[in-house]
């Protein structure tokens, strides 16, 4: 039995109590929905990865209420410091290499010498680590290799009766998962880029950042990093410049592909051309169309600028079989 709560005071203080039992609630972030545990509790953390079905251990996010919460954790260099100061609350990961002291469990970090931090700016994420005093271990809250939950419908539809409760708090509005930036050396990383972008960072690194990791399920700074993470049942044909016969339409922008008026189902990400509002509807818009039966979504060709980037970064990852 999953139980459903609200985000009323009441609730919340019941979803808090759950996770320091040891138990899995999911949650709304800014980005979106996690199945959080208890990160200090090695047990509550296995459930995580049992729940989702994941083929291994990869290492956690540790969500925590602030930046003192987080330095308990992690060590914080003067890169790190300074985009946490300029960025969180908010949809950015850093990892540190982790405090000697700190409480989180070896199997949350998947045994490495760093830890994942990040503050959610979600009020009704902020109010429950506050409840939970703790850190608690999130990723998304969806079975491995499904595409992220942006409601709470959809954690229920992929993982109803794999967890104890979930608090629906609505829509996520960034829709994206966090931007992940490895802070363990001079040289600052890239690890997925997200809805806070390189050249944000770069603003407030007044240096650039370096990309290596990125696209590259191999990389040794990102461990977790499968290639097909984000896939959809549905084939997926990126930059298509026509709807081939039978095909469903990702469109994007005001200008209607040759083919769209024939398309077996079409979902526009942002008529207006919108990047902020194209990946708040990513993940919905793909469950959509996956929801249709089409065998093939013909994606239209979207800009690789500022929160593109984080789009097209995750359909690349859609495509791939
Ligand atoms: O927006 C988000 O980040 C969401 C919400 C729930 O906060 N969480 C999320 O978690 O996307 P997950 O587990 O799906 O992705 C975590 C990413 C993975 O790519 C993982 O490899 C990376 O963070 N990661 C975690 N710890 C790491 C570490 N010590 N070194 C390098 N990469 C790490
Ligand atoms: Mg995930």
Redesign the pocket.
Known sequence: MTLQLTTAPGDLARAAGLLRAGRLVAFP?E??Y?LGADATDPVAVASIYAAKGRPGF????A?VAGLEAARREGCFGSAAQRLAEAFWPG?L?L?VPVEASGSVCELA?AG?A???L?V?SHPVALALLQAAARPVA???ANRSGHVSPTTAQHVLDDLAGRLDAVVDGGDTPVGV??T?V?CLEEQVHL??PGSITVEDLERVLGAPLSRTGVGDADAP?????LAAHYAPNAFVRLNAERVLPGEALLAFGPLALPGAETAAAQVNLSPAGDLTQAAAMLYRALRLLDATGARMIAVAPIPEAGLGAAINDRLRRAAVR
Do not use: K, Q
């Open positions: 972030t980005t979106v996690g990869n290492p956690l996010i969500h949809p990961t990892v970090r490495l760093s830890i994942a990040r959610p999130a990723p998304s998962e966090s992940v490895a690890l997925r700074l990102s461990p977790g990093r």
